[in-house]
């Protein structure tokens, strides 16, 4: 499994009102550590990319390790369950609709695995029960696929 980077500029759903950057304080990506060894890249912090379809997911990776997020990539709800209880990712960005565990139960396990993650939810299918769903469960955005 590869890791990858992401910076989307996906739009956000009018249910949720704003909330603190899950990644604010951590700066722009960084060619040279802190020591000044360029052999020692820092990062942005670890996103896990959860997308079914696998060119989109694919994508979305190259566009998060372009930006210095470090990327951990799942094709499913389970897979995405794991890698998190591995991994520890800072942000979780998940599709809804997935093989294995769907998305609502893949949050709600990594929830209770990494309590500081914060996730945004991307689907196809967004209506104003499944928008208030994902804000009662802490969801830090809800967002429609092809909105920009």
Known sequence: MSRR?????????????????????????????????????????????VEDQAELRQAIGELLEAEGFRVELAGDGSQAIADASREEPDVVLMDLRLPGADGLEAVQQIKSLVPQAQFIVHSWYVDPATSKLMENQGVYRFVAKGTA
């Open 5 to 49: 980077t992401l910076n989307s500029g996906c739009s956000r759903s009018d249910a949720f009102i704003d909330r603190p950057d899950p990644m604010a304080g951590r700066g722009p990506p960084m060619d040279v550590a802190a020591n000044g060894s360029e052999d020692l890249p820092q990062t942005r912090g670890v996103v896990l990319v």
